[in-house]
């Protein structure tokens, strides 16, 4: 079955354009820096209408994840262990995914993580998954 | 400033819960009707008494919008307060608080708070695919433009099983976790419900070992953890304290309240083992005048076994990541030193959708009047009541107490 395809609005266009050219943008607050995911128009946190998109590198850390032994959707009942996760960006801000190309001993919190884009249609559009880092995130 | 103390509850009605296959089939507004009916019987009130309402708003069945109105149209009643209150889980201590405070307000003297949560005749032309699909995505909007929609249903993440589960795992990641204390919350609230024929798990106990050899539904969480959603429904009256004293039962004053809503996804938290019934509790203590150590009963918002452990931490019964062991050291029954969820909790009393959070409402009107029957607790006077929205994204806190 299709996974459920996100449908990009005006407002989160952007992040979606990007993911498809495999660049991870987002909107960061020109008053007071704080990063906004999922986008949004105004800042979360002083309540500033001016917003920049920016580029961000995607490096994060797992957060919390689950396994999902009953499927959420069933888009995802043929996958062999479904799992769920939120990881917080370099950044500061998180995000709900899902982690790929690991096996589950190896997902623990805290580690340290990159972006997996995931293209999901024939259109090309792009899911933001993650995987672990093959470099050093300390270097 | 807050609540004086100064409405009661003074009438209950509560469907027993039932399977949804098994269960009557009622229209909302017929059985908003008939459970208002059975709370002015135990008030002792008629309908004419009746000058305020609340309802919920959202899965109403026979209408999306000017649903108090139709409702009072319904049952024949005109209204100074009229309010839809949509806050999942804790919708029904939500409830009591605004019926509670539009009293003091002086715009009414009794408030009719009711949640019709069985199932609706399906009609000719119904669309049952499209019912369907709605429960698939739960509490989860599919709506163009809905940041879910978008950033959530794509990865799997729909429905309240894995949000909870994902607090769980952090945490363990920074506190520790002990599955046999976590199992200890359903296996107390267990023997609670074979002192009470109204529950769903009457008559079937439940070991520690049973619940850790339950099905691992989403790491840590296993099934005998997880509330089983089933068909009911339940109604509160909350009178003026004039009016109250000539009612049939002890007066059940609302002498604190709080609520807070912090977000809809905890993954936008900055901290999601911090819950937001640290703020409501905080509130309700120090509008009430009382304290933790006061309470005579706790009833719990249990959805999940770790509602009950984030809740009892957050509201001041134990230090933060002390749950466990606090779980470990206190007999939960109701013949225990901390008495938890005395009906058995939702956990094993059945989760009637969003009047599941009544059923801790009414367990502790029950237990003040002294009308607790084979599980009545001794001490009775004072009760902590807690409601949980969504995933852990909305609490509510009532402190109750019994007039002298
Ligand atoms: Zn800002």
């Known amino acids: ?139 | 400033m807050g609540l004086r103390g100064e409405a009661a509850i003074v009438g209950c009605a509560q469907y027993k819960p039932e399977k949804y296959q098994t269960a009557p089939q009622m229209f909302h507004l017929e059985q908003a009707a008939d459970l208002a009916g059975e709370a002015l019987l135990d008030a002792g009130l008629s309908l004419g008494d009746i000058d305020g309402l609340v309802i919920n708003g959202a899965h109403f069945h026979e209408a999306s919008a000017f649903v108090p109105a139709i409702v009072a149209e319904y049952l024949g009643v005109k209204v100074n307060f009229a309010e839809v209150v949509d806050l999942g889980g804790t919708s029904a201590v939500a409830m009591i608080w605004r019926a509670a405070a539009a009293i003091e307000l002086g715009l009414c003297s009794s408030v009719l708070c009711v949640l019709p949560q069985r199932m609706a005749p399906a009609g000719p032309d119904e669309d049952l695919a499209a019912a369907a699909k709605a429960m698939t995505y739960g509490a989860h909007s599919t709506t163009f433009g809905a940041p879910e929609a978008e950033f959530d249903i794509p990865y799997g993440h729909v429905g309240q099983n894995t949000g909870y589960a994902m607090i769980a795992q952090q945490y363990a990641y920074k506190f520790g976790y002990d599955t046999t204390a976590m199992a200890k919350i359903a296996v107390d609230q267990r023997y609670n419900a074979q002192a009470n024929p109204e529950a769903l798990f009457f008559g079937q106990s439940l070991t520690v070992d049973e619940v850790l050899a339950s099905k691992l539904v989403a790491d840590p969480l296993r099934i005998l953890e997880i509330v089983m959603p089933v068909a009911g429904g339940a109604a509160v009256i909350v009178s003026s304290q004039s009016l109250a004293r000539s009612c049939r039962h002890r007066p059940v004053l609302v002498r604190g309240c709080g609520e807070r809503l912090s977000f809809k996804s905890p993954s936008y938290s900055h901290d999601m083992t911090t819950t937001p019934i640290a703020v409501a509790a905080k509130k309700a203590f120090d509008m009430s005048g009382l304290k933790p150590a006061d309470m005579h009963m706790a009833q719990i918002y249990d959805c999940y076994t770790i509602t009950v452990l984030l809740s009892l931490e957050d509201a001041g019964f134990c230090e933060k990541g002390q749950g466990m062991h606090f779980v470990r050291e206190h007999d939960l029954t109701w013949k225990g030193d901390f008495p938890l969820n005395t009906h058995g909790g939702q956990l094993s009393f059945g989760q009637a959708g969003v009047a599941g959070g009544m059923s801790q409402v009414i367990e502790a009107v029950a237990q003040i009047r002294g009308d607790a029957g084979g599980r009545q607790l001794p001490v009775h006077d004072t009760a902590f009541v807690s409601g949980t929205g969504g995933v852990m994204s909305e609490q509510g806190v009532l402190i109750l107490a019994g007039s002298n």
Do not use: K
């Not at chain 1, 996100?6 to 050219?21: M, V």
């Open chain 1, 1 to 139: 079955m299709q996974i459920p395809r996100p449908d990009p609005t005006a407002i989160s266009r952007p992040f979606w354009d990007g993911l498809r050219q495999r660049i991870i943008q987002v909107p960061q607050c020109d008053h007071c820096d704080a990063w906004i995911f999922y986008p949004r128009r105004h800042c979360t946190e002083c309540g500033s209408r001016r917003l920049t998109w920016r580029r961000v590198s995607g490096r994060a850390t797992l957060h919390s994840y689950t396994f999902a032994r009953v499927a959420t959707l069933p888009a995802f009942a043929e996958l062999p262990l479904q799992n769920l996760a939120i990881v917080t960006f370099e950044e500061g801000f998180n995000a709900n995914t899902s982690l790929t190309g690991m096996n589950a001993d190896d997902i623990h919190i805290g580690m340290a993580l990159e972006p997996a884009f995931d293209v999901i249609d024939e259109q090309g559009t792009t899911r933001l998954l993650f995987t672990v880092a093959n470099i050093d995130p300390t270097r």
